[in-house]
């Protein structure tokens, strides 16, 4: 895949959090002029506004905005967004070389189609954006593409990982792992749910009430999205059927 070589006073900027941040602007500008460096990528990891967001706001603060391009991976599916600056399409495996880095792309769909981790080669480390995060697990949008997505990151064996959010993380493969195991447990838990109701069938609202017993009413909404997810999966895996807005073991 191709490489992208700077000079060396080039570097990389991997997402650009909130849009109207000015801390975290002013922060970015203050390190750009203490280490005297300008920056020639802005790799977005995913769509999502606390990733993209602030891509304007920085690339109106540095000096070399017309220079400056902006990665983000095509899923080449679902709505196009349209965004208020050039948009360049980063593909897998591509690499970008700045002194001293060699960053190399992966795509990792789940938690968005479009999600991609960032492998730094000279060091064995990983930026995971929101497939693996600091504290807690995240969300995702098909469990089958995520778990393949996580399959990826144990066989690239990183040493530590910088997530999008929480602290870094130096158990990676402990950290991944179990996060594989807690997708699994709950997919069987769900399963067990409606194999061994009374009825036979459950429905979506019954099967979150008892996978969720314990929640804060806010957060419903979030475990809906959740089990909805692990049924679409059973559903791919022949599992599950849905009748009369019911769901059932499949039996055949």
């Given amino acids: 895949m191709q490489s992208r070589f700077h000079d060396a006073t080039g570097r990389i900027l991997i997402d650009a959090g909130e849009p109207n941040f000015p801390e975290y602007v002013k922060n970015l500008q203050e390190t750009m002029i203490k280490y005297d460096f300008q920056l020639d990528h802005i790799i977005i990891s995913h769509w999502h506004s606390d990733h993209i967001g602030g891509v304007k706001n920085v690339l109106d603060m540095i000096a070399n905005k017309n220079e400056c391009q902006v990665w983000k991976f095509n899923p080449k599916i679902g709505k196009q967004r349209d965004y208020n600056f050039p948009l360049h399409f980063v593909e897998d495996k591509q690499k970008f070389q700045v002194e001293g880095a060699t960053l190399i792309i992966h795509h990792t769909p789940g938690h968005t189609t479009d999600h991609i981790v960032i492998f730094l080669e000279e060091d064995n480390a990983l930026f995971s954006a929101d497939?693996?995060?600091g504290e807690g697990t995240t969300v995702f949008e098909d469990l089958t593409e995520y778990l393949k997505s996580l399959q990826l990151i144990?066989?690239?064996?990183?040493?530590?990982?910088?997530?999008?959010?929480g602290s870094v993380i130096k158990d990676p493969i402990v950290r991944?792992?179990?996060y594989i195991k807690h997708r699994l447990e709950r997919e069987m838990?769900?399963?067990n749910l409606i194999d061994k109701s009374p009825s036979g069938s459950l429905s979506e609202e019954e099967i979150v009430n008892a996978m969720y017993k314990v929640v804060p009413n806010d957060y419903k909404k979030v475990a809906s999205y959740i089990v909805k997810n692990h049924l679409a999966k059973l559903v791919k895996d022949g599992k599950v059927v849905l009748t009369d807005n019911k769901w059932k073991i499949n039996q055949q």
């Fill in 189 to 191: 838990e769900l399963y």
């Fill in 176 to 178: 991944v792992n179990n």
């Fill in 131 to 133: 497939c693996v995060l």
């Fill in 154 to 165: 144990l066989d690239l064996n990183p040493t530590v990982i910088f997530p999008g959010h």
